[in-house]
């Protein structure tokens, strides 16, 4: 059974950082490329960042030089740092694990952790 586990949210006031964790089970970790998305309510859950399987990051263009991305293998863990946070940054952040061979796709979410940045 394979399980995303997320922790690290909560509020924060303008300015201020938070450290999403992200632990899985159940996969071969270091063969995912891990991701954080974040969904608002009523909004589609979009892209924070990524990280692949050999390390390349990529970050929508809103958290760069902001947040950063990275993965422990030998913990089954991907973090995200998140600095100089802003209130449009409140939303529920989403780990997501994904890996494609051939035409098969694996890809798998957590249930979310609540970041809140208020003034």
């Known amino acids: 059974q394979v399980q995303l586990v997320e922790s690290g949210g909560g509020l924060v006031q303008p300015g201020g950082s938070l450290r999403l964790s992200c632990t899985a089970s159940g996969i071969i970790f270091s063969r995912y490329t891990m991701g954080w998305y974040r969904q608002a309510p009523g909004n589609q859950r979009a892209l924070v960042a990524t990280?692949?399987?050999?390390?390349?990051?990529n970050y929508t263009d809103s958290v760069k030089g902001r947040f950063t991305i990275a993965r422990d293998n030998a913990e089954n863990t991907v973090y995200l740092q998140m600095d100089s946070l802003k209130p449009e940054d409140t939303d529920v952040y989403y780990c997501n694990a994904d890996r494609r061979a051939f035409v098969t796709t694996w890809n798998y979410w957590g249930k979310g952790t609540l970041v809140t940045v208020y003034s």
């Open positions: 990280i692949t399987a050999d390390g390349s990051t």
